[in-house]
């Protein structure tokens, strides 16, 4: 869910607001913060880089 708003342009903050919106919870069943986000797309750019 994170990928697809993030190529859409989304700052950390939209996203963490979007996420929060439609209820998506964290692994510890919290709100989102922007720093795991930030975090998570980090992860994400080096998995792309590995492929």
Do not use: C, H, Y
């Given at each position: ?10 700052s ?22 922007a720093?795991p986000?930030?975090?998570?797309i ?10």
């Amino acid at each position: 869910m994170i990928e697809p708003l993030r190529e859409a342009g989304k700052s950390l903050r939209k996203i963490v607001a979007e996420l929060n919106k439609a209820g998506v919870k964290t692994a510890r069943g919290g709100e989102w913060q922007a720093s795991p986000i930030k975090r998570t797309i980090e992860r994400l750019v080096l998995f792309q880089i590995d492929r």
